[in-house]
């Protein structure tokens, strides 16, 4: 009886050491969640308290937080990097129009377009010409504008034949910036 208690606690304080562990590791090696609020509050330039944050999830397999708010009624994601703090990802576009009084700046902050934009018809014909297919032989699903580290893109994604293609495309020089294929699992 004596040995069989002194195997459980044994275990025991090996899982507490392992799960000590895991939370020192992920403290030191990720951001947190307050942190991933105040990179979005300071990459939209408004006020925190006009944001709500609907879900922020850490996918561990991705080191990515994934989330998603509104803001004016209208819903934004990002995707954040989770040991640098990087914008990964984000569909908020300021519009020319937006000017922010953020306090914390003590400036005011006007957001402009860019110029040199390429535009959509453009963007799609570079990412159908790479893998030399025509408009009509594809289906599209997403092909939006959106800033990536600032800079104006346009990602571009459509399926052809079982295979899912994704473009991110640079808005003033062309470049394909990103670019991804994998096969549609059924």
Do not use: W
Not at 9 to 23: E, S
Not at 59 to 65: A, F, R, S, T
């Amino acid at each position: 009886m004596k040995k069989r208690t002194k195997i459980i606690i044994i275990i025991l304080v090996v899982v507490i050491v392992l799960l000590l562990f895991a939370f020192l590791f992920f403290r030191v090696n990720y951001i947190s969640k307050g942190e991933v609020r105040n990179i979005v509050v300071e990459n939209m330039k408004v006020r925190r308290s006009e944001l709500h944050f609907e879900s922020i999830d850490f996918e561990l397999d991705k080191g990515v937080y994934e989330v998603e708010l509104y803001y004016q009624n209208k819903e934004y994601e990002f995707k954040i990097d989770a040991k640098d703090g990087q914008v990964i990802y984000t569909n908020y576009t300021p519009s020319a129009s937006d000017s922010v009084k953020d306090p914390s700046l003590n400036q005011s902050t006007t957001t402009t377009s860019p110029q040199g934009d390429i535009g959509l018809e453009e963007a799609k014909r570079i990412a159908l010409e790479q893998v030399n297919l025509e408009e009509s032989q594809v289906r599209f699903f997403k092909t939006e504008r959106d800033y990536d580290h600032g800079e104006l893109c346009y990602e571009i994604e459509f399926v052809y034949q079982g295979m899912e293609y994704q473009y991110k495309i640079s808005a003033s020089t062309r470049n394909i910036v990103e670019f991804e294929q994998e096969r549609i699992h059924d």
